[in-house]
């Protein structure tokens, strides 16, 4: 059998069958957005860790070395966002081509650096090899935890499900960029995405999310994440679910649907999480951007998405997985 027959996360499965770790300082093993560790002096610390390689996460005609640099710090602080954490340390490995030039390489890190010290994380360290022809950034970043952390695993049946931001404008702009428009109003939502470091701050403050998750893989495919984890279903009503003006206009234009690449697109960086609904309010004051409730967690074991017509619905599956063929 190959990779690609199995999938990303079936691998990832026989992975976690492989470790047998018996550490008392081990709060949460692989599975989670974040692994949980104990520190000597009792606290906890999420740690996460997230490679992009040239040709499957950018292109180097559609983004910046500083972007590419960027991109991938962000991807590593909208883990420890989705734990509830404060980013602290970060570690990058890098695997550049020796013909590449030393002008862009250290932008690219510049980007790196510039986006962790932007969240109040230091780079401390990592290692530099180098590669045959792609460029390849492993970025790893330790969290600390606030009181309450947010798991996958604790979402129950009757609370509400609800993201931050308005989605779309990722898929929006791959589409409009394939399409060949040069002058992209949401463009920024995939070149510089943010993650939401500091709503999770301000979230926290509330202490009533249950549960989390940042939707890096698409909002359904991570949604099933979650629900894999806590042992619920989730209903997503899709007329609920917030899709940017911007990526709405352009799915106008190219013909195209734009809550289809809010309900798979993956890059958005936003974060899901569930939560009692006499929360929510409460939520939606404490953050500087909107949070809309999206739909509810159900005793199940899977994402429904109610009202959509069978073919979007048919096509909806498809979040991001590395082995997929393409
Ligand atoms: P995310 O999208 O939040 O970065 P992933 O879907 O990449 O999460 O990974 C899911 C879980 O599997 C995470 O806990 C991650 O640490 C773990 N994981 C993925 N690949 C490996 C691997 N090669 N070895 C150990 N753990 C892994
Ligand atoms: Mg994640």
Redesign the pocket.
């Known amino acids: 059998m190959r990779l690609q027959d199995l999938g990303e996360f079936a691998f990832?499965e026989r992975?976690s069958r492989l470790v047998h770790c018996e550490r008392d300082d081990v709060v949460l093993g692989?599975?989670?957005?974040c692994?949980l560790i104990l520190s000597p002096s009792g606290d906890t610390l999420a740690v996460?860790t997230?490679a992009v390689v040239e040709g499957v996460h950018f292109r180097l005609d559609w983004l910046t070395p500083y972007e590419i640099g960027a991109r991938a710090m962000t991807a590593c602080l909208s883990?420890t966002a989705a734990m509830g954490a404060e980013p602290a340390f970060a570690f990058s490995s890098v695997a550049l081509p020796p013909e590449m030039e030393v002008k862009e390489a250290e932008e690219m890190l510049r980007g790196l650096v510039g986006q962790a010290e932007r969240f109040g994380a230091c780079l401390l360290g990592g290692d530099t090899v180098a590669s045959s022809n792609q460029i390849i950034l492993d970025v790893m970043l330790i969290g600390r935890c606030r009181s309450q952390i947010w798991r996958r695993d604790s979402a129950s049946a009757g609370e509400v499900v609800a993201v931050t931001g308005a989605l779309g404008g990722c898929g929006a702009a791959i589409a409009a960029r394939r399409a060949g428009w040069t002058d992209i109003p949401t463009w920024h939502r995939y070149a510089q995405p943010t993650p939401r470091v500091t709503q999770a701050a301000l979230l926290s403050e509330v202490g009533a999310i249950s549960a989390c998750i940042?939707i890096?893989?698409g909002l359904v495919q991570d949604a099933g994440h979650l629900c894999q984890r806590s042992g619920v279903g989730i209903i997503i009503e899709a007329d609920r679910v917030p899709v940017s003006d911007e990526a709405e206009a352009i799915a106008a234009t190219l013909k195209l649907d734009a809550l289809t690449w809010a309900l798979t697109g993956g890059e958005e960086f936003e974060l899901l999480f569930t939560a009692p609904e006499t929360a929510i309010s409460s939520l939606q004051a404490a953050a500087d951007i909107p949070v809309t409730v999206i739909g509810r967690v159900t005793v199940g074991d899977h994402v429904e998405v109610s009202g959509m017509d069978g073919w979007r619905l048919a096509g909806l599956w498809s979040g991001w997985n590395h082995f997929a063929v393409r």
């Open positions: 990832i992975v692989i599975g989670d957005d692994a996460t997230d883990d940042d890096s893989d």
